[in-house]
């Protein structure tokens, strides 16, 4: 069966800070991969999808950035934090469009 | 462009209560539609989906039909729990010019269902 590994769980980082959180998936090939942030009371915000290694789309501008090294590899990086960072990271995957996400367990980011 | 627009929340219910949440879309062409939850530290779990009209989606006692003449996607359950207690997400997918599409969701619905 597929499973999705996100971590770390909970992450404390002071502004200017860099960020790296990683997304791995098990038990599929070839996955879409998705990177949302849920910020209090604004609902999730889709940040990036990739449809392949290498390939990355970027929804909305922004300080972070992702990167696909491997198939079922998904990072979210960031080299110089802002308050306005905070938020509740989401990592997702999916076989194919229309199917439905899995999502991972989340990563609540608190930048002070 | 195309939008999920759920209820406002908070919903509080008390226990075998009758549930409600509403959810309408806006969309070209023609949508997968899906209910997300998110219980209380964690990430999302899908729910229930429905890909056409007239489509009923079901699981866990919720359902939800796809009626694309009112553009709805409705989430009811006939008598909730308190383990029903969580954030609910109406969401729509749909092909983005031959790319993968992605998922668009509403805002959320904080249910909290008392003893």
């Known amino acids: 069966s597929q499973t999705i590994h996100q971590w770390p769980a909970t992450l404390v980082q002071p502004v200017g800070s860099p960020l790296s959180l990683e997304c791995t998936v098990e038990g599929t090939s070839n996955p879409n991969l998705y990177w949302y942030r849920q910020a209090a009371g604004r609902g999730l915000q889709l940040l990036f999808y990739?449809?392949?290694?290498?390939?990355i789309s970027s929804e909305v501008p922004q300080n972070l950035s992702a990167s696909r090294p491997q198939d079922r590899q998904f990072i979210l990086s960031s080299k110089k934090l802002l308050l306005s960072d905070s938020g509740f990271y989401l990592c997702a995957w999916s076989p194919t469009i229309n199917y439905g996400y899995t999502f991972g367990s989340g990563t609540r980011l608190t930048v002070v | 462009g195309d939008s999920v627009t759920q209820m406002e929340g908070p919903v509080t219910l008390s226990e075998e209560a009758f549930l409600t949440i509403n959810c309408t879309y806006t969309a070209t062409g023609y949508p997968s539609l899906f209910w997300y939850v998110q219980y209380p530290g964690e990430g999302l779990q899908l729910l229930l989906k429905a890909t056409k009209a007239d489509d009923k989606g079901s699981n866990k006692g919720f359902e939800a039909t796809y009626r694309k003449e009112t553009t709805s996607f409705h989430l009811e359950k006939g008598s909730v729990q308190v383990s029903d207690s969580a954030v609910y997400f109406c969401a729509l997918s749909k092909d983005y010019g031959g790319s993968q599409g992605n998922l668009i969701f509403g805002k959320g619905t904080k249910l909290s269902v008392k003893p």
């Open positions: 990739s449809v392949g290694i290498g390939q």
